[in-house]
């Protein structure tokens, strides 16, 4: 599902909201049955871990590993082992068409070879829930639409629920569902 809205119209305060990381809220967010808003912090932690994918405009990849390394890291972090952390890593950037970029570090890559780094390690996990802001609003049209089909066809193939932030109505159109959110409120 796309959320479209302007600049400062809220969207990454709810994607926020949404992926537990702001619990000032006057509601509650349900995941996957649960009641968040009186968890703690450890609790919502371990869902964020486990339940929720999260992909930025920025792509806050660690500049110091390979595109390989920001992958497999997430897995770790979950307890998977090294071995079986390199060989989910690798499958999922051969998927995202970067199989000869694994041993680059981000300052190696072009934008969209970052972003496609961004989703992997989103998605790598195997989340319930994406959560994604902008991702595609510093790459050029062609990169980003790119991108966008990359990853509505990767979250598709894996049952994952989807919540993207966007301006750009072209992508938003390329979604099963749009909502607009429009001075704090959703239409």
């Known amino acids: 599902m796309s959320l479209v809205g302007a600049s400062g119209s809220g969207k990454s305060t709810l994607l926020q909201i949404a992926g537990l990381l702001d619990g ?7 995941v996957d049955g649960l009641a968040c808003s009186a968890l703690s912090d450890n ?43 390199r060989k989910h890593a690798r499958e999922m950037l051969e ?12 300052a190696e890559l072009s934008g969209g070879e970052q972003q496609r780094v961004a989703i992997a390690r989103a998605l790598i996990n195997h989340p319930k829930i ?11 049209e ?4 790119s991108v966008m089909t990359e990853l509505l066809r990767l979250s598709r193939d894996e049952g ?5 932030a ?18 704090g409120i959703l239409s």
């Open 160 to 164: 994952i629920a989807a919540l993207i």
């Open 142 to 145: 062609a990169t980003g639409n």
């Open 166 to 183: 966007t301006h750009n109505i072209t992508l938003a159109r390329k979604m099963d569902r749009s909502v607009t959110l429009h001075n």
């Open 24 to 30: 000032r809220i006057d509601g509650e967010v349900i």
């Open 43 to 85: 609790r919502r932690t371990r869902i964020r871990r486990y339940d929720i994918g999260f992909i930025y405009q920025i792509h806050h990849l660690l500049p110091e590993f390979t595109a390989l390394e920001n992958v497999i890291l997430p897995q770790i972090i979950a307890g998977i082992s090294r071995g079986k952390a």
């Open 130 to 140: 994406l959560l994604a802001d902008e991702p595609t609003g510093n790459l050029d």
């Open 95 to 106: 998927k995202l068409g970067l199989g000869s970029r694994l041993d680059h570090r981000p």
